[in-house]
């Protein structure tokens, strides 16, 4: 086996990436306070090619260095928002027809492995603070919560790590 050049890798343009076909999936920013958190974020929903990823109270926007540094351009990609709350985010998004998951774990989640999205719906992820996790009244506007099961001593996982779980998750189903 040989490596893979860059060149050899046919990948898009910023410009024909928004053009194309998106994953009908938008991931919600919840006061996420790592920039380098947010650029992850960025650079998983280009490399899966999700419609956007909406940013929530602190969790810092573009342009920034910081971002940039995880994403490495996906934020000149990847379309984004700027709330002022995520609850504004969740709200907007049920509007517009989306079907809404906090990432969370909460009495009555569902585990990851046990949900399978639908073809021709929307979705929306939310991704929670890395202390304080999903705000509690975004919780409750949600149409329900995701759990990633974890074996570990650990309660949870970084937010990239986890992000980057539930959108393969998502993309798996609904376009590969």
């Known amino acids: 086996m040989k490596k893979l050049r860059?060149?050899?890798?046919?990948?898009?343009?910023?410009?024909?990436?928004?053009?194309?076909?998106?994953?009908?999936?938008?991931?919600?920013?919840?006061?996420?306070r790592s920039m380098h958190n947010v650029g992850s974020v960025f650079r998983t929903g280009d490399a899966f090619r999700i419609e956007?990823?909406?940013?929530c109270g602190i969790t810092s926007t573009p342009p920034s260095a910081e971002i940039h540094k995880t994403a490495l351009g996906a934020e000149d990609s990847v379309n984004w928002k700027y709330f002022d709350t995520a609850l504004e985010a969740?709200?907007?998004?049920?509007?517009?027809?989306?079907?809404?998951?906090s990432v969370e774990q909460a009495h009555g989640s569902t585990m990851?492995?046990?949900?399978?999205p639908i073809h021709n719906k929307k979705y929306a992820l939310v991704m929670g603070n890395e202390v304080k996790g999903v705000h509690q009244e975004v919780i409750d506007a949600s149409d329900g919560c995701l759990e990633i099961p974890q074996f570990g001593?650990?309660?949870?996982?970084?937010?990239?790590?986890?992000a980057g779980i539930i959108i393969w998750h998502f993309a798996k189903n609904l376009i590969l």
């Open 6 to 32: 860059t060149i050899e890798m046919e990948r898009l343009s910023v410009e024909e990436f928004k053009e194309a076909k998106k994953t009908p999936l938008v991931v919600v920013m919840d006061d996420v």
């Open 52 to 55: 956007a990823v909406y940013l």
């Open 90 to 101: 969740v709200e907007s998004l049920r509007a517009d027809g989306y079907e809404v998951y």
């Open 112 to 116: 990851l492995q046990d949900f399978t």
């Open 153 to 162: 001593t650990k309660h949870s996982m970084n937010v990239s790590v986890t």
